[in-house]
């Protein structure tokens, strides 16, 4: 959804401190040769859960942190930046009033030498 992808980027691009930590935050994948450590996005779940009518919708968005040092440490403050940033925020989305953002899931692990945690919150908007 064009407006929640605007609205998070807008808060992404106002912190100070997850933006000073990592190299940015894009939909779906890092362009190549984006510097680690960065942040993609995505929407696992494929579509929003619809509920009764149109004027809400629940998604499952997920943040996927990549970095490439051995050690965790700068990994975990990116981690705790991102729950600062989006755990029960408030954003701003045309023509929506955001009811929460709540993190659902997380796990961590090593791909290729490289750590990734994955971090997914349920996002529930109502139309205005």
């Known amino acids: 959804m ?5 609205a998070l980027m807008v ?13 940015g935050l894009f939909l ?10 960065y942040i993609v996005y995505s929407y696992p779940s494929g ?8 004027d809400m919708k629940i ?3 997920q943040f996927k942190i990549h970095d490439s ?3 965790a440490v700068t990994l975990n403050l990116i ?23 709540k993190p659902i ?8 030498d490289k750590w990734q945690y994955v971090i997914q919150f349920r996002i529930r908007i109502q139309k205005i």
Request: aromatic share 16%.
């Open 105 to 112: 899931f997380e796990n961590l692990f090593r791909v290729d």
């Open 59 to 61: 998604f499952v968005i």
């Open 47 to 54: 579509n929003p859960e619809w509920t009764f009518n149109n």
């Open 2 to 6: 064009k407006e929640l992808e605007e």
């Open 69 to 71: 040092n051995t050690s």
């Open 28 to 37: 779906a994948e890092a362009p190549q040769g984006t510097a680690y450590p």
């Open 11 to 23: 808060k992404y691009n106002a912190d100070t401190t997850i933006k000073s930590l990592t190299n």
């Open 79 to 101: 981690y705790k930046a991102l729950h600062d940033l989006f755990d029960w925020c408030t954003l701003t989305i045309d023509s929506w009033n955001l009811t929460y953002m």
